[in-house]
């Protein structure tokens, strides 16, 4: 399993909106419940936003490489969970 980083702010919609179908994608496919996203407000680790290359939140980090920005899809957040499982 590959390690999941999810870079969001409080109170963004999108990130809301990213959350709903991650749960929705667990709900429909067992495998995609083994993935355990890290999830981390840049605002409460400025540090780790910094190092990293994004602009947007959501951003998905699949190992280290940025896979998901900005605005989220269903077909690109299950890209991540698809990627995250190998």
């Known amino acids: 399993m590959?390690?999941?980083?999810?870079?969001v702010l409080k109170?963004?919609?999108h990130c809301r909106r990213a959350k709903e179908m991650i749960a929705q994608l667990q709900r429909?496919?067992?495998e995609y419940r083994?993935?355990?996203?890290?999830e981390v407000d840049e605002r409460e680790d400025p540090?780790?936003?910094?190092?990293?290359d994004y602009y947007y939140v959501?951003?998905?980090?699949?190992d280290g490489q940025k896979r998901m920005e900005g605005v989220?899809?269903?077909?690109?957040?299950?890209?991540?969970?698809?990627?995250?499982i190998g």
């Open 2 to 7: 590959k390690d999941v980083l999810m870079m």
């Open 11 to 13: 109170g963004c919609p």
């Open 28 to 30: 429909e496919k067992e």
């Open 34 to 38: 083994r993935v355990t996203i890290r």
């Open 47 to 52: 540090a780790l936003a910094d190092s990293l």
């Open 58 to 62: 959501p951003c998905f980090f699949v």
């Open 72 to 84: 989220p899809t269903l077909d690109a957040v299950e890209a991540v969970l698809k990627e995250a």
